[in-house]
DNA sequence: ATAAAGGCCACCC
DNA sequence: GGGTGGCCTTTAT
C-alpha cells in the first residue's frame, strides 16, 4: 500500500470481545481496523502494515466505548474504510449480506458484476480492515466448506454460531 | 515491467 | 479426499 489518506487523530485500544481480545483503530472519521490477532504485537505489525507511518496513540478508553456500541448495543459506529476501488467495491457488498446468513465467494463476485474474479474476491475479502462490521465472515465457498479466516478459522466459527441465535 | 502469491472454482482422479 | 489449470487483483521484485 502505497499513498495513503490522512487521519485526524489517529488512536486505537484493545478490549475483549465475545471473540477474545480485538484491536480497534479509529480516527475522527470513523473505525478503521478492528482485528481479532493471536497476540498484541502481531496486530501493531498489522497496523503497520497497513497504514505505513501513522503514529497511532493509545485510546482504551474509547476504545472500550466503541467495542460496547459495537456487541452491546444495536448502534453502529461510523467506520472509515480505506483500500483500493476493487476491495471498496466487495467490502460495499459484504455490508448487505443479513445477520445470521451466509453466502459465497462467487456469489460476490456476481453480484459485483466481476463472475470471473472469484479468485480476486477471496484476495479481497482476506484484505478487510474491519472484520466483524464488515462480515467476511458470513462468505463460505460454493462447495459449502467454510474457506478461510484471515483471524483464525475457529473465530469465524465462533461469530457464526454467535449470529445464528 | 514482470513475477509470485493469494480466505476460489470447476474438473479430474 | 487430493491435485491441476485458469482466473483476477495486489504486492514485491
Given at each position: 500500500?502505497k499513498?495513503?489518506?490522512?487521519l485526524?487523530?489517529p488512536?486505537?485500544?484493545?478490549?475483549?470481545t465475545?471473540?477474545?481480545?480485538?484491536?480497534?483503530a479509529f480516527?475522527?472519521?470513523?473505525?478503521?481496523?478492528?482485528?481479532?490477532?493471536?497476540?498484541?504485537?502481531?496486530?501493531?505489525?498489522?497496523m503497520?502494515?497497513r497504514?505505513?507511518?501513522?503514529?497511532?496513540?493509545?485510546?482504551?478508553d474509547?476504545?472500550t466505548?466503541l467495542?460496547?456500541q459495537?456487541?452491546?448495543?444495536?448502534?453502529?459506529?461510523a467506520?472509515?474504510?480505506?483500500?483500493?476501488?476493487?476491495q471498496?467495491?466487495?467490502?460495499?457488498?459484504?455490508?448487505?449480506?443479513?445477520?445470521?446468513?451466509?453466502?459465497?465467494?462467487?456469489?460476490?463476485?456476481?453480484?459485483?458484476?466481476r463472475?470471473?474474479?472469484?479468485?480476486?474476491?477471496?484476495t479481497a475479502?482476506g484484505a478487510?480492515p474491519?472484520?466483524?462490521?464488515?462480515?467476511c465472515?458470513?462468505?463460505?465457498r460454493?462447495?459449502?466448506?467454510?474457506?478461510?479466516?484471515?483471524?483464525?478459522?475457529e473465530?469465524?466459527?465462533?461469530?457464526?454460531e454467535?449470529e445464528?441465535?
Amino acid at each position: 500500500m502505497k499513498e495513503f489518506p490522512y487521519l485526524s487523530e489517529p488512536s486505537f485500544g484493545f478490549q475483549s470481545t465475545p471473540f477474545g481480545e480485538c484491536c480497534i483503530a479509529f480516527s475522527n472519521d470513523g473505525i478503521c481496523a478492528l482485528s481479532f490477532p493471536e497476540n498484541r504485537e502481531s496486530a501493531l505489525n498489522d497496523m503497520e502494515r497497513r497504514f505505513p507511518g501513522v503514529d497511532f496513540k493509545q485510546n482504551d478508553d474509547k476504545a472500550t466505548l466503541l467495542v460496547h456500541q459495537i456487541f452491546e448495543s444495536s448502534k453502529k459506529p461510523a467506520i472509515n474504510l480505506i483500500g483500493t476501488e476493487f476491495q471498496l467495491t466487495i467490502w460495499k457488498a459484504l455490508q448487505n449480506i443479513p445477520k445470521g446468513k451466509t453466502t459465497t465467494y462467487a456469489k460476490i463476485a456476481e453480484i459485483i458484476g466481476r463472475p470471473k474474479a472469484v479468485r480476486a474476491v477471496g484476495t479481497a475479502i482476506g484484505a478487510n480492515p474491519i472484520a466483524y462490521l464488515i462480515p467476511c465472515h458470513r462468505v463460505i465457498r460454493t462447495d459449502g466448506s467454510l474457506g478461510g479466516f484471515r483471524w483464525g478459522l475457529e473465530c469465524k466459527v465462533k461469530m457464526l454460531e454467535w449470529e445464528k441465535k
